[in-house]
């Protein structure tokens, strides 16, 4: 016997590198990230949730501060689960990406990238129940923002039809 949700079915959106979604209605939010770092936050008294997708860990400037700087993306995806109704007491973050290789760069940013999100977290109070961070492979995340399930797919490249999965439908 199959249960029936009153719940409507939940729709696709694809989080490009820079941006923050939360959604209205069950959504399934999915993106591709290599040293970039997404941060999944829900809220589990409301059932719902939100993601950022950034590709630097901080900025200091406030005049060219965007969601492309995790200080920044994450701060805000939090304010606006805040303003869409939601109680800290009541969110959960998951931090996914921070891949690190070292044949395009000396430089390890998904390290930091990282770290920027979990020291956030402390300072807010908002626990971190799961991770899948740092390594080599790149990955392609899909987040249930009704559920809170997320799966998470490795790969050791990353195609372009990975990141324009619905180049024909937006």
Not at 113 to 119: G, P, T, V
Not at 123 to 133: G, L, N, Y
């Amino acid at each position: 016997m199959t249960e029936k949700s009153n719940r409507p079915a939940a729709t696709n959106y694809f989080l490009e590198p820079g941006y923050i979604f939360v959604a209205t209605r069950p959504t399934a939010i999915s993106t591709v990230l290599g040293s970039c770092v997404s941060v999944c936050i829900y809220d589990q008294k409301r059932k719902t949730g939100g993601m950022n997708h950034y590709r630097l860990p901080y900025i200091r400037e406030k005049h060219v501060a965007t969601a492309k700087y995790g200080n920044v993306a994450i701060i805000t995806l939090i304010r606006m689960m805040i303003h869409d109704g939601s109680k800290i007491k009541n969110l959960e973050a998951q931090i996914f990406g921070g891949a690190y290789n070292p044949g395009v760069s000396n430089k390890n940013i998904g390290h930091e990238n990282i770290m920027i999100a979990k020291k956030i977290f402390v300072r807010e109070r908002i626990s971190v129940t799961s991770e899948d961070v740092g390594g080599r492979k790149g990955r392609k995340i899909v987040f249930n923002t009704d559920t809170n399930e997320i799966a998470v797919l490795k790969v050791d490249k990353l195609r372009l039809s990975d990141w324009y999965p619905y180049e024909n439908e937006r």
